[in-house]
Each structure stands twice: as structure tokens, then as C-alpha cells.
């Protein structure tokens, strides 16, 4: 069986159903292939995300809980960064990845869901297609661009060798979404440290009054613990901070993987380009990759659509210039994710203090490893062994 179109696209997480919604906005004969049977599920992330953002990728308020408030630290002590407005907000990914379809759908993109995309075909020079299998069916599809947006199995990545044997260094998290007896809806809180997460972190992302999301990641091979154990260490042994949860119930676990790599050098071939995950795009500081996947892949399509109106695909070098300037900033924020990841109990302690000292705005920087060079300058001046440690390395 035989498929023809202008994109293919493959993988319905957030960066290809940004360029399914985008291609089909701009008339272009789109098809999406999502390897699972639902979009959306199973949920392989947390939704920390922030809400200039979404409004710009114009996703409505209703998928997301708004943040005013982030505490960070060790359970020992820790720092508060108080915003004027809500800032960052905790998405509602399974609403939001269902919404994207839907409004991609409506514009006429063809949705395929529980199709496997097994192989890149290449006729040397060119992408011309994906063979996918759907029901132990092999279908080939044939398109004049594809956008690889298949997240951490970067199907396209291995098989052209940008990612030699697949990204060594990955963040693996599991959390549970749960009841509580009480949260602050209003306030984000990530810990640090041996007792908590050796090379990792834990997160508290409410959803409502009485959700919240509390997981545990990890950096493999930095560490060898699995985040599970540790999760549910936690919760048994609740320290003081999270005493006012009361009582926590799971009624859903995530859990997924997330390359912790630079950028890949070459996101784009004569037809082909990465997006997302598969690019390694995501901010290495916290493993927060959601923001960027919608981005590039927005820009994906815009810049497939030039390309395939004018019939030239060295127009797809606007999106690798696009994905060099992030490459930097993830550069940097590559080299303070594996300082983090061997620090001692004792460098938390003082880091921390140090920290504190960030203006809000500051802080939120950080966190979103926007590192151009004022904001870069403003964190040296008040927090420096956080980037020199590893820069004497
Ligand atoms: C535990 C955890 C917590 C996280 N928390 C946050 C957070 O709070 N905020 C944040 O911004 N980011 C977070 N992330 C990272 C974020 O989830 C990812 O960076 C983001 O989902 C990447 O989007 P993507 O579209 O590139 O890939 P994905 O979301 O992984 O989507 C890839 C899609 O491709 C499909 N697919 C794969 N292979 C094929 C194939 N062969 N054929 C067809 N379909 C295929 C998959 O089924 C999937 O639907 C977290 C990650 C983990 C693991």
C-alpha cells in the first residue's frame, strides 16, 4: 500500500502535533503518524512549562495551572521567588496534545494513530518518505519532507548516524499524579541533594487544590539509582516541607526518559528535519523540553512550507541556524546540569545561599537556561561556582 504527501510527520508529542497544526495552516497535504493508540497517553511528562509561552503558541489558560510562587532547595533550607503574576504554569499535557490534534484535524492534517514508523527511506541524496506499519500492515509514505518528531527513539537521528549510538546521558523520571489533602495551587517546588535525588531532582507541580504531580528524576549513568524507589521513599518518609500534603494518594504514574546531550549538530538533510527530543533540543537545567519542542516545531513547518513553495530545500537551513542559536544556550546549560549533578550535600548548602540572592526574573532565567550573555553575566556575578567548577574541567 502506498501513501503521497507534502509532510509526513512522526510522533504526536508536542513538537509534532505543533508542526501538524502549523503544515496544515498552511494548506500543506500533512500526515501524522503517532505510534500509540491514544494522544496524549501515556504521559511521559510533568507540564512544568510558562505562561508567556502558551499564550503565544496560543494554547487556552483552561489547560494550565498557573505558578506565582517556586521554593527550591534541599529539605533543610531552601529559597522562595515570588512573582508579581503568574509565571510559570503546570499543563495539562493529555487536554493540551488532544487540543493540538483537534485544531491540526480541523485544518484538514490526516491523523494516524497506532502506526509505527519503522524506517527513513533515502534514495541517496533525498528523504523521500517513511515506511510504517499499522496492524502488522507494512504501508510505505512517500512525502517531500519529514519531520522527525519520534522524541527520545529519534528514529531518523540513529539511523543517519547524527547521534552515533543514541544519547548517553539521560534524565529518567517517574512520578505519580495524586490526591492530596492540601496544597498551595499557586506554588511550584523543586529539591535537590543526596536524600532527595542523588544527580537529580524532585518535583511538586500542583494541578489544583488537591492535585499535584510529585515525582523524582535522575541523569543516567550519573547515577545508577532508579527513580522509583526513591519516589516512593519519599512519599513514606515525608520530610517536614511536605508535612501539609497530608495524606497522598496516587491515581496515575508517569514516567518517561529525556536525552540529556548538546543539541545534535545537523538537524536538517535534503528532507529531513529534526524536531524536539529527537534534536535534543530540550533545556538540559531541568530537563524541561515541552516549551522547545512547540517551538521548532512551529518553525519546522514554516520553514518546510517555504521550502516545498519554492522547491528548494536549502531553504531548511533557516531552522538549523535557529536550532545553533538554542545550541548555545543549551551548551551552557549542559555544562551547569552536570556541575549540579556531582555536587555534594555541602556545595547545595551554599549554592543555595548564593542563589537566593537572584532577582526573581533571574532565577526564572536560569531555570529556563536562557543564557544570553547579560542574563549569563548577572548569574556569575552572584552565583559563580555554579559554572566554574566544571569550566575548570
Ligand atoms: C519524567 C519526565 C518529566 C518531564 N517534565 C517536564 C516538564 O515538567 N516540563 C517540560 O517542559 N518538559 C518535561 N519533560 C520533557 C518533555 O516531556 C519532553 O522534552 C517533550 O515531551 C519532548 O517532546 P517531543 O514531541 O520531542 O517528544 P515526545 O513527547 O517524546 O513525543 C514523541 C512522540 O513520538 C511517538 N513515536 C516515537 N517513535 C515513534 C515511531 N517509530 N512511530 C510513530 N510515533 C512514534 C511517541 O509515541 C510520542 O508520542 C519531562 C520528561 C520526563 C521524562
Keep these: 500500500m502506498e501513501l503521497n504527501s507534502d509532510i509526513i510527520i512522526i510522533g504526536a508529542g508536542p513538537a509534532g502535533l505543533a508542526a501538524a497544526n502549523r503544515a496544515s495552516e498552511h494548506g500543506l497535504d500533512t500526515v501524522l503518524f503517532e505510534k500509540q493508540y491514544e494522544i496524549g497517553y501515556p504521559v511521559r ?23 506565582r510562587k517556586v521554593i527550591f532547595g534541599t529539605f533543610k533550607s531552601n529559597i522562595e521567588f515570588c512573582y508579581k503574576k503568574d509565571t510559570a504554569c503546570i499543563l495539562d499535557t493529555r487536554s493540551i496534545y488532544q487540543y493540538l490534534a483537534n485544531r491540526a484535524a480541523e485544518k484538514g492534517c490526516n491523523i494516524q494513530v497506532g502506526v509505527d514508523a519503522k524506517d527513513i527511506m533515502f534514495d541517496g541524496s533525498n528523504v523521500t518518505g517513511v515506511k510504517v506499519v499499522r496492524a502488522g500492515r507494512e504501508v510505505t509514505a512517500r512525502s517531500k519532507i519529514v519531520i522527525d518528531c519520534s522524541g527520545f527513539s529519534a528514529i531518523s537521528a540513529r539511523k543517519f548516524k547524527m547521534l552515533g549510538k543514541g544519547p548517553a546521558r539521560f534524565g529518567s523520571g517517574v512520578e505519580y499524579e495524586a490526591y492530596v489533602e492540601h496544597v498551595d495551587k499557586r506554588t511550584a517546588m523543586l529539591f535537590v541533594g543526596s536524600e532527595v535525588a542523588p544527580t537529580g531532582y524532585v518535583w511538586v507541580f500542583p494541578l489544583s487544590d488537591h492535585k499535584v504531580r510529585i515525582g523524582v528524576g535522575v541523569t543516567k549513568p550519573d547515577s ?46 535534503n ?32 520553514v518546510s512550507a517555504k521550502a516545498i513553495e519554492h522547491s528548494n530545500m536549502s531553504l ?24 549540579m549533578a556531582n555536587y555534594s550535600d555541602k556545595e547545595w548548602e551554599k549554592s543555595i545561599h548564593k542563589l537566593g540572592k537572584l532577582s526573581e526574573k533571574d532565577f526564572l532565567n536560569l531555570m529556563k537556561a536562557d543564557f544570553s550573555n547579560k542574563n549569563l553575566l548577572k548569574i556569575l556575578a552572584k552565583s559563580p561556582s555554579f559554572f566554574i567548577k566544571q569550566a575548570l574541567k
Design 45 to 67: 511528562t510533568s507540564g512544568g512549562s510558562y505562561i508567556a509561552d502558551m499564550k503565544e503558541f496560543r494554547i487556552p489558560s483552561k489547560f494550565y495551572n498557573p505558578i
Design 224 to 269: 545508577k539509582l532508579s527513580p522509583l524507589p526513591l519516589l516512593d521513599n519519599l512519599i513514606a518518609k515525608r520530610p517536614a516541607i511536605l508535612e501539609d500534603l497530608g495524606r497522598i494518594t496516587p491515581t496515575e504514574m508517569h514516567s518517561g526518559v529525556i536525552p540529556v546531550e548538546p543539541v545534535i549538530n545537523k538537524v536538517t538533510t
Design 271 to 302: 528532507g529531513l528535519i529534526l524536531v524536539g527530543d529527537a534534536a535534543c533540543q530540550a533545556n538540559p537545567v531541568v530537563g524541561e523540553g515541552i516549551r522547545p519542542a512547540l517551538r521548532f516545531g512551529f518553525l519546522a513547518a514554516d
Design 316 to 339: 531548511l537551513q533557516v531552522y538549523e541556524k535557529e536550532s545553533a542559536k538554542a545550541a548555545k544556550h543549551n551548551k551552557i546549560g549542559l555544562m551547569l546540569q552536570r556541575n
